[in-house]
Nanobody, 121 residues
Framework: QVQLVESGGGLQQSGGSLRLSCAAS????????MGWYRQAPGKLREFIAR???????NYADSVKGRFTISRDNAKNTVYLQMNSLKPEDTAVYYC???????????????WGQGTQVTVSS
């Protein structure tokens, strides 16, 4: 009932930048938080960054100071600006959104399909 579509991944050299976008659509009453996770080959999915409805942000220590999460509430879209990329940032990046569904006001917790980010050394 809530769909997330990510874009912006690709191949970048070490030290470069990429910007990911994630647009949410569907039966959305309110989005309380949107965030980004990543999963490298052979590793568990890990938290990267989150932004809640009031604008408060949280980051994993591994990306603090290099990545910036932002959100356009009118478009139900979240962005992840990734600077100073490192080879260890290579992973599939997933968008996550949590909130309330239109009508029922039930909780939703939705994931995007993922977008590949590859950083070459």
């Amino acid at each position: 009932q809530v769909q997330l579509v990510e874009s912006g991944g690709g191949l970048q050299q070490s030290g470069g930048s990429l910007r990911l976008s994630c647009a949410a659509s569907g039966s959305i009453f309110r989005i309380s938080a949107m965030g980004w996770y990543r999963q490298a080959p052979g590793k568990l999915r890990e938290f990267i960054a989150r932004i809640i409805s009031g604008g408060t942000t949280n980051y994993a220590d591994s990306v603090k100071g290099r990545f910036t999460i932002s959100r356009d509430n009118a478009k139900n879209t979240v962005y992840l600006q990734m600077n100073s990329l490192k080879p260890e940032d290579t992973a599939v990046y997933y968008c996550n959104a949590r909130g309330l569904l239109l009508g029922t006001l039930n909780d939703f917790d939705s994931w995007g399909q993922g977008t590949q980010v590859t950083v070459s050394s």
